[in-house]
């Protein structure tokens, strides 16, 4: 068996050697990647939802050269300590093209911590990603909006600065698991929206309340990037939401600056499931 449900009817979907197959006969075909596509065409906003390929890319080679491992590696050892320890799965919501989730199986099999852990994102371009360099990890295409794992199923779930569902997080995540979210701190990239913006503005802190779920706590990882590379500075826009609203005379400031020096930062919010 695996951590995805069937899209259709909800049932848990078993893994064979070319596809995946639930009890009421539904059956999706595993990419040659081996990733499973698990989106209903009612579940999807336009024809490509989600990072295109340029995107996926940019994103890849930020942080696989290692600017946010600091925090990658706070989500690692917080995902340990609260890791289940049971059959329940472990979801990487959001996964993108798999930098936290490659990691975090690593991390977590390395430290004797044996389980089931799969990711899903909406983006086509980097579930493809994902599975292609992180072979043993099932990943799907599927929407925070219809999250393709059963219901209390989850014992761990993450989420990286993805769209946060309440709901089907509270349905997915069983009575006494961890959901771990990442949020930018008040201070996260204001270097570059110094850049960006004629009026740079600092994020809002909030401590939310998820129905269901009971803050535990919050971790404050800090850091800073200093680069002249313009190709480093490309790549750090194109990942952020600010790539989709800046005006056009803010990119063209970016993409003549010489150097980028900017604060980095995430809070980890740690709620358990009640």
Known sequence: M???SCPVCGGRLERLEK??????????DIAAEGYVYLLPPNKKHSKMPGDDKAMVASRRRFLEAGYYRRFSDMLN??????????SSAAVDAGCGEGYYTGRLA????AHGAEGPLCGFDISKFAVKAA????????????SMFGIPVPDASAGLLTNVFAPIVPDEFARIVKRGGT???AVPSERHLYGLKQILYDEPYENERRDTDY????????????????????????????????FWKTPREGSD?????????TETGFDFLVYVRE
């Open 211 to 242: 129905p269901g779920f009971r803050l535990a706590e919050r971790v404050p990882v800090r850091g800073e990037i200093g680069t002249d590379d313009p190709q480093v500075m490309r790549d750090l826009f194109a990942m952020t939401p600010y």
């Open 179 to 181: 959901m771990i979210l």
């Open 106 to 109: 690593a991390y977590l099999s």
């Open 253 to 261: 400031r970016l993409f003549s600056a010489k150097r980028l020096d």
């Open 131 to 142: 599975a292609k360099k992180y072979r043993a990890i099932p990943f799907a295409v599927g």
């Open 2 to 4: 695996s951590c995805f």
């Open 77 to 86: 050892e917080l995902a340990l300590r609260y890791f289940p320890g049971d």
């Open 19 to 28: 596809a995946y197959t639930c009890p009421g006969g539904h059956s999706y």
